[in-house]
C-alpha cells in the first residue's frame, strides 16, 4: 500500500504524462490507448496553462516528412490504409515509419475481417488469415535487431508476433516496449493476453512505473483474482483517481466475475449516471439483468442502446440477450451473429451464441461456437463449462470430464464446476472423486443448493447412512437458513430419508416430526403417514 501511495503522490505529474502519451499515441492512430489516456486525465484535477506540458517537438527527419505524414494520418484516419501506406514508402522519421507498417498491418486484419464477415455461415471461420503479418516480421525483425524500434515500433512488433503465434518472442518484445515506453496501455494490454497465470507474472521483468498499478488490477480481474484486483483497484481510488469512470466500470467487471450480482449492478446503473452514452461493458450489465430476469430493465437497455449506436458489438450482445430472456432464441442467435460480423474476434457473443444453440439443441454448432469462444481466449471459462455441457447432453462422459476440469482450474471456487465435475466422475462410477467433489463445492458456498442433496445419495448408493442422514440434515438447516424453498422435491426426500433414519435408529420423537414434516409434500404425504402408523404402533 505504501509503495502504491508512493508512486502516485504527485497527480500533476501523472496528468501532465498522460496528456503527453495521449498526444503520442493520437499521431500514431492508437485510438483505444489515447482514450483510456484522456478517460484518466478528465478523472484528474485539470492544470493551469503555464504548466500544460509542451507538444511533442519536431525532429529533423520529421520535418522532411511532414507532407507525407500529414496526407497519409488523413487517408488513415479515414481508414484508407492502403492509400496511406503508399504515400509513406520511404519515409525515415520514427513517426511516420510506424504510421507506415501500422496501416499496411490495419490493411491485412480489414481485408482478413471482410473476408471473414462473407464466409460468415458463422463456422467455418478461423482458417482466413492476415496476409501482411509475414513481411512485417521480416522488416521489423530487422529493424528490431539493429535497435532501430522505438516504443511504438516495439509495440507493433510484438502485436504481429503474437498474431503469428510466437508467444514467446512476442511477450519478450512487449517486456521490452514497456521498458522504452512505458505509459503506452496498448502494451500493457497485449502482455495481459499472453500472461496464463500468476507465476508467469512473477518472472517478468516489468518497469515500477505507476501505470504497472492499472495493468496489475486489470490482469487481476482476469485472471480471476478477484480479491486482489478489487484492493488493488480501491488503493488506485484512495490515491486520486476516484472519478475515474475506467476503474468504476472495471470493478463493476471484477463483481460480475465474483456473482456478486448485486454489487455488480449497482456500481452499473451508477456508471451510467456518470457516463450515459457509454457503450463498452455495457453487454456485462446486461448479462447480470439477464441473469436476475429483469426483463423491463434489459428492454430498457436494449432500446437505449440502439438509439445511441445499433450497429456496436455491445448492443447487439444486449439485445441478443433480451430476446434469449424472452426465449426467442432464434432471433438472439442471429443478433450474436451480428456482433460476430461487427467483430469476430468479440468473445462474449461466441460463447452467447453456444448457449443459444444449446437452448436450440442444435450441439454441433454450439460446440463450434464454444470453440471459437476458446481460440480467442483460452481463459473463458464459460465456454469450457459449455463445451462440459454440450458433450454431456452427448453422453460422451470422458470429453465431459476433460471440459469441466478445465472450468474448474480457471474458476477453483465456482461450486457449478465442482458440481458438474462430481456428476461426470458419478456417471463414470468413480464414487470417491464423485464425493470430493462435492463435498468441495458445499465448502466453497454452493450456489444452487444441490452439492449436499448430490453427496447424500451417493451415500446412500454406498449404503453409509450415517453419513448419508448426516448430509441430509445439513441440507435441511441451510434450506431453512437461506428462507427459501427450493425444489419442494428435494426437500421431501430428505426428510423422507431422515424419518426412516430415525426410525431405524429408534429415535420416535424425531421420526415422527420428520414423517410428519413429510405431509407438506405431494409425493411423501403416504409414506409419512404410513411410518406414523408404525411409529404409534
Keep these: ?114 473476408e471473414t464477415v462473407d464466409s460468415l455461415g458463422p463456422l467455418e471461420k478461423g482458417q482466413v488469415k492476415n496476409e501482411a503479418l509475414r513481411e512485417l516480421r521480416v522488416e521489423l525483425s530487422k529493424k528490431h535487431k539493429a535497435r532501430e524500434l522505438d516504443g511504438f515500433g516495439l509495440y507493433l512488433y510484438g502485436v ?77 481510488i484512495d490515491a486520486g483517481f476516484s472519478k475515474s469512470t475506467y476503474i468504476i466500470s472495471q470493478i463493476a467487471v471484477a463483481y460480475h466475475n465474483i456473482r456478486d450480482i448485486d454489487k455488480a449492478l449497482s ?62 432464441h432464434e432471433k438472439a442467435a442471429l443478433y450474436f451473429q451480428r456482433a460476430l460480423k461487427l467483430n469476430p474476434r468479440y468473445l462474449g457473443a461466441w460463447t452467447l451464441m453456444g448457449h443459444e444453440y444449446m437452448e436450440m439443441k442444435n450441439t454441433s454448432a454450439a460446440i463450434q461456437a464454444y470453440r471459437h469462444a476458446i481460440e480467442v481466449n483460452k481463459r473463458d471459462y464459460r465456454a469450457w463449462y459449455g463445451l462440459g455441457q454440450t458433450y454431456e447432453i452427448l453422453k460422451m462422459p470422458f470429453y465431459c470430464l476433460y471440459y469441466y476440469r478445465r472450468a474448474h482450474q480457471l474458476r477453483p471456487n465456482d461450486s457449478r464446476m465442482l458440481v458438474a465435475l462430481g456428476e461426470c466422475y458419478e456417471k463414470l462410477n468413480q464414487l470417491v472423486e464423485a464425493k470430493k467433489c462435492y463435498w468441495r463445492a458445499y465448502a466453497v458456498g454452493d450456489v444452487e443448493k444441490m452439492a449436499l442433496i448430490k453427496l447424500a445419495k451417493l451415500h446412500e448408493q454406498l449404503n453409509e447412512t450415517e453419513q448419508a442422514a448426516q448430509c441430509y440434515i445439513k441440507y435441511i438447516q441451510d434450506i431453512n437458513n437461506c428462507g427459501e424453498m427450493v425444489e419442494h422435491q428435494e426437500v421431501s426426500t430428505a426428510f423422507r430419508y431422515l424419518a426412516q433414519y430415525y426410525f431405524k435408529c429408534k429415535l420416535w420423537d424425531e421420526a415422527s416430526a420428520c414423517a410428519q414434516k413429510c405431509f407438506n409434500f405431494n409425493d411423501t404425504r403416504e409414506e409419512g403417514k404410513a411410518l406414523l402408523r408404525q411409529i404409534l404402533q
Design 1 to 114: 500500500m505504501a509503495a502504491t501511495s508512493g508512486l502516485f503522490s504527485d497527480l500533476r505529474e501523472i496528468k501532465k504524462q498522460l496528456l503527453s502519451v495521449s498526444w503520442l499515441c493520437r499521431e500514431r492512430g492508437l485510438l483505444h490507448s489515447v482514450k483510456w489516456a484522456s478517460e484518466l486525465a478528465f478523472s484528474l484535477e485539470s492544470i493551469p496553462l503555464n504548466e500544460l506540458p509542451p507538444m511533442p517537438t519536431l525532429t529533423e527527419e520529421d520535418a522532411q516528412d511532414l507532407d507525407a505524414y500529414t496526407l497519409a494520418k488523413s487517408y488513415f484516419d479515414l481508414k484508407e490504409y492502403d492509400r496511406a501506406a503508399y504515400f509513406l514508402r520511404g519515409c525515415k522519421s520514427q513517426k511516420a515509419y510506424f504510421l507506415y507498417m501500422y496501416s499496411r498491418y490495419l490493411s491485412g486484419e480489414k481485408k482478413k475481417d471482410d
Design 267 to 328: 456500481i452499473f446503473n451508477e456508471l451510467r449516471k456518470q457516463d450515459p452514452y457509454r457503450i463498452e461493458n455495457m453487454d456485462t450489465f446486461s448479462n447480470l439483468l439477464y441473469v436476475r430476469g429483469l426483463k423491463p430493465e434489459l428492454s430498457y437497455l436494449a432500446h437505449n442502446l440502439c438509439d445511441i449506436d445499433k450497429y456496436r458489438v455491445e448492443t447487439c450482445c444486449v439485445i441478443g440477450n433480451y430476446y434469449s430472456l424472452r426465449s426467442q
Design 160 to 236: 504481429v508476433l503474437r498474431k503469428l503465434d510466437l508467444v514467446k518472442e512476442a511477450l519478450d518484445v512487449f517486456v521490452e516496449a514497456t521498458h522504452v515506453l512505458p505509459l503506452h496501455w496498448g502494451t500493457w494490454l497485449e502482455l495481459c493476453n499472453l500472461i496464463t497465470d500468476k507465476e508467469m507474472l512473477k518472472f517478468l521483468s516489468l518497469p515500477d512505473c505507476w501505470i504497472k498499478e492499472f495493468f496489475l488490477a486489470h490482469i487481476y480481474t482476469e485472471q480471476q483474482l478477484i480479491e486482489e484486483a478489487l484492493q488493488k483497484y480501491q488503493s488506485l
